[in-house]
């Protein structure tokens, strides 16, 4: 590098400028950040600007996002498909430039940072897909994954609860590949964070498994590049580089101040920092000799055509291996799916078992898994009551080298332990399928997704498909109480935009959910899972189940003859309430359809003609679900027999009848409906 300073100047220059420009964002982390970006960027990330999705490019995840512009410089600089103008553009509507950095929007950026610790987590979901991929496909002399993960943090992330809980995984899982530069800088909003901030947080890491690096100066690329190439040699373990730093480097009055970290410098201080850096140009100009200093696409396009070279050898050696590795990085489903799926389905409706609905998913999963090896599942230390593992799934475990342990009959682990890190969970779930090469699931009680909410959300961001198992769903858990038991959950969830929610009510209903979940690429699915057994229910047609919604059982059914006088609309356990209620009404020659709901967003999406021949206009509606009511009356509904409150310990049955879940009630709730008409 001809001048390590002067490149590290760009950066703080073009961040101080994009944020003046933008009277909005975060200088201080990517001017103090600067030397380390040289040392990393600079030296060590292999990547390629004229491919940003290479399979084997090293993965970078700014943490701390609200310092965005630190990895917009370098993108810029580096040559990749963000020109001057949208550095201009930060943070205005539909720029390549937002707020906090965006997978999918920017070029380059590999996962959405601004909820502080989950970029780090998501970077231990990288970094497992990694060793997990490499252990799959490798082979004696040919080695096509082998990669590093490299993520950038601050205080912020460390302070963060999820951050303990991926710290405590990538130790436990020995990722060696994964290499942490920790930007201590002791700054926070608030100012200095000594007062709330006292943790140890080398001996933290070190205590969770990690080899600690430092402190070393972090305004010295080469101390920086010494610590990442120790880092890099070490192995066996994660690496968390300590690096010094000081907030704002550069600017006479505002380094080392909250006041650098979250506004702009004003245009005073930026000329005094110009002065102070030596950087006499006008804002947003770089010279062309630093330019050259950045730009990465030689070595790009050198180091993917080595790994390119290498590829062709290992296809010609393992024809089927490249052909499955390719597929699997691509997100394609294997061509047997559809097929798959079917016969999964009509597996179940053939069989017509009375099992819970979490169970009937264990059954789902076993046809799925066994032919889908991309499936990588995993439970909050709730596997038993879960039930995400299968026979093809067989536990995930690293022996004390940290390579990972292959069964007798050669397979890896596909069923991680999470223990309880619902948001850990979650979070490095993203990361698993950001990575590429795997569908991750994970499963918890509904009640916990208060936990991992955030990450769900972020998954529908990023538009990642990763599917939530949430059991123990309602009231029907019993006796743990108000605690567990899930009132306003399924609502909450279905608020999330981009977010499938399925709440099924037998296992036809629960596979057809499993199979939309995995042919959803570009969202999460949560699946709403029973813990009490749920009797199969008869169905004319299986083909409309994946429609969100259907008719399940017309008045003919039940013995009259005549169009329909009311409509009950149920999902999950309460859809064999609903036929109940329906015989009862019959009994009094009240006409009544049933609709099974299972899913509430997908059936949005349906067209208004679809809409129209499942919810009949002019016909009263009346929605039976154990829980929150508030997302039902947008359906027009007439009355809704839920749940407003939070629940009670009792047995099961008891819970029903106290809240009103009997068939008897849901007939008279239709039948007072129908007197209002």
């Not at 006008?282 to 990465?296: G, K, R, S």
Request: net charge neutral; hydrophobic share 40%; proline share 5%.
């Amino acid at each position: 590098m001809a001048n390590s300073q002067q490149m590290a100047n760009a950066i703080r220059a073009l961040a101080m400028d994009a944020v003046q420009q933008a009277n909005s964002g975060h200088p201080g982390a990517p001017m103090g950040m600067a030397d380390m970006a040289v040392a990393l960027w600079g030296r060590h990330l292999r990547h390629n600007p004229q491919d940003p999705h290479w399979a084997d490019r090293d993965r970078f995840v700014l943490s701390n996002g609200h310092g965005s512009m630190l990895i917009y410089a370098l993108l810029h600089l580096t040559g990749y498909d963000l020109p001057i103008e949208e550095l201009k553009n930060f943070r205005q509507l539909h720029s390549k430039t937002a707020g906090h950095p965006e997978v999918g929007v920017t070029p380059g950026v590999e996962t959405t940072t601004g909820p502080l610790g989950q970029g780090l987590t998501n970077a231990v979901g990288m970094a497992l897909a990694e060793k997990l991929l490499a252990a799959e496909f490798n082979r004696d002399g040919h080695t096509v994954v082998d990669h590093h993960t490299y993520v950038m943090l601050g205080d912020g992330c460390l302070m963060e609860g999820i951050s303990h809980e991926a710290v405590a995984l990538a130790g436990a899982w020995r990722l060696g590949k994964l290499i942490a530069l920790y930007d201590d800088n002791g700054i926070s909003i608030d100012g200095q964070v000594a007062p709330w901030f006292i943790d140890d947080t080398p001996k933290r890491f070190a205590a969770c498994g990690w080899n600690v690096i430092g402190p070393v100066d972090g305004h010295d690329a080469d101390a920086v590049d010494q610590a990442i190439a120790k880092a890099r040699k070490q192995g066996g373990k994660p690496t968390l580089i300590v690096c010094k730093t000081h907030i704002g480097k550069g600017s006479p009055n505002r380094a080392n101040t909250a006041k650098a970290h979250g506004e702009p410098l004003g245009a005073d201080e930026i000329a005094l920092t110009r002065a102070a850096l030596n950087w006499p140009h006008t804002p947003f100009a770089v010279p062309a000799e630093v330019y050259a200093d950045w730009n990465a696409h030689a070595a790009g396009a050198k180091a993917q055509a080595e790994w390119d070279q290498r590829f062709a050898a290992y296809r010609a050696a393992f024809p089927e291996l490249a052909s499955e590795f390719e597929r699997r990085m691509a997100g394609d489903l294997p061509r047997h799916f559809a097929q798959t799926a079917v016969d999964a389905v009509v597996d179940a409706h053939t069989k017509g078992e009375t099992v819970a609905s979490r169970k009937a998913s264990q059954l789902a999963l076993e046809a799925f898994t066994a032919r889908l090896p991309e499936m990588l599942g995993g439970s909050a230390d709730l596997t038993g009551s879960n039930l995400t593992n299968t026979k093809a799934t067989p536990p995930l475990r690293m022996d004390a080298k940290g390579a990972v342990v292959q069964t007798e009959d050669g397979r890896i682990g596909r069923h991680i332990n999470y223990g309880v890190r619902e948001f850990g969970m979650a979070a490095v779930m993203n990361g698993i399928a950001l990575h590429g090469g795997f569908i991750p699931y994970g499963g918890t009680f509904l009640t916990f997704s208060d936990y991992s909410r955030n990450a769900i959300r972020m998954a529908a961001l990023m538009k990642q498909r990763v599917v939530h198992v949430f059991t123990h769903d309602s009231i029907g858990l019993g006796e743990d109480g108000p605690t567990h038991q899930s009132i306003e959950h399924a609502a909450s969830l279905r608020l999330i935009p981009n977010l499938d929610v399925w709440r099924p009510a037998d296992t036809a209903e629960t596979t057809v959910a499993w199979s939309v979940a995995l042919s959803n690429r570009a969202k999460p699915t949560a699946l709403l899972l029973s813990r009490q057994n749920l009797p199969y229910l008869p169905k004319r047609d299986l083909g409309e189940i994946s429609r969100g919604a259907y008719v399940l059982s017309e008045p003919a059914d039940v013995g009259l003859k005549r169009k329909a006088q009311a409509v009950i609309i149920a999902t999950g356990s309460e859809v064999q309430l609903a036929l109940k209620a329906q015989r009862l009404l019959a009994d009094k020659k009240v006409a009544v359809r049933v609709v099974s709901m299972p899913s509430t967003t997908t059936f949005d999406r349906e067209d208004v003609k679809y809409k129209k021949s499942v919810l009949p206009t002019g016909v009263p509606r009346i929605a039976v679900e154990m829980g929150a009511t508030d997302g039902w009356w947008k359906y027009g509904c007439a009355a809704v027999v839920g749940i407003d409150t939070y629940g009670e310990s009792a047995p099961a049955p008891v819970l029903f009848k106290h809240f009103g879940f009997t068939e008897e009630n849901v007939a008279a709730t239709v039948l007072a409906a129908l007197k209002r008409k």
